[in-house]
């Protein structure tokens, strides 16, 4: 083949990044899969290289940032990220984002690069000021619902065992939609769902996301049936996704604690009388509770936001702590994972990474 044969056949990426956002067990990884069957896109699976913006706070080479990155979720690996495409001298979280997102898109020759996360939900203002032209489509689920999830997967993955998670959900499912007010304000693309409404049905949801998208709706979207699921953890919490059909909800007993569950609903009811939060704008069992005390809203939020900081530390130790250490702590913690994701900073290190990379199937960045 001709070297401009080999130039036509490379798509004309997309001017931004598309992200797909929600709280945790709101449906992203759901939508990520159906998404991906469209052959215009590729997104990575929770890669979150803007997350790790303080790596590059101090001028690191290519071997060390990616090394990192790595350490963190595996990302490098699960992508089967070619490195040696990437130049030298990226410095900036921009950049490297760019740069790496377009690489695993060129894989799969997508126009349309990016990445789903359920961890950016109350920062995406700060997300497009560093990407003027991102789009985001935006699923929304019932708190309730999210935080039955939660209880469910944490059964096999001590992700979703986190010290006050179910806060974070319950009270970042009312920051993702001050987040999604601020980015119209300021012109930027957003596009919202339901996660009920992409279950029952899909074809019309995703129909729309094509329209907003610009690019026309292709079948398989519709079905999981080969789906690439290869960059996608392991663990029963993504039994779903790993299907090979899209399952509606269906009503199973309740896990939801008796406390959990009214403060969930006093909250709902809050939210439904000042219009903000869609997804609860309908009544519940619970609509009869009264609305959460001014005292309870002021440490609930206080003691929101010292999670969301302690997230913010977290990120902070993984960028600049001794990997060796971060291994060590990993191991004592039980993660059974972490040494495949050493081996590979070891081969960043000496320069024998390649894009012939070992496929990693799971991960955990928990502190």
Known sequence: M?????????PQMSDGPLFVVGVPRSGTSLLYALLNQHPQIALLYEGDLPSLWPLFLTRRSKSQWLERWNFW????????????????DVSDVRTATEIAYKQYAQQKNASIWGCKSPNQYDSLVPLADLFPNARFVMIRRDPADVCRSIIQASKDNPRFKQRGLALRVL?????LQIERDRLLQRGAQVH?????????????????????????????????????????????HNTMVRGETIVASRKRSEVLPAKLRNKIERYKNLWRQQDVDGATSHASEGSHLPKPTLLERVYDQLLYRVLRSWDSFVVFVYCFAPIKLLAAYRTWKGDPHVMRFASAGERFRTGTGSDNQPQVKQANNVA
């Open 2 to 10: 001709s070297t401009n044969s080999a130039e036509e056949n490379i």
């Open 73 to 88: 979720n595996g990302s490098v690996e699960r992508h089967q990220i070619d490195t040696s495409r990437i130049p030298p």
């Open 192 to 236: 919202e769902l339901q996660y009920q409404d992409l279950t029952r049905t899909p074809a019309e949801e995703l129909t729309k996301i094509c329209t907003f998208l610009g690019i026309p709706f292709h079948p398989s979207m519709t079905s999981l049936q080969n789906a690439d699921r290869s960059a996608v953890m392991e663990g029963s």
């Open 171 to 175: 009270l970042g499912s009312y920051r």
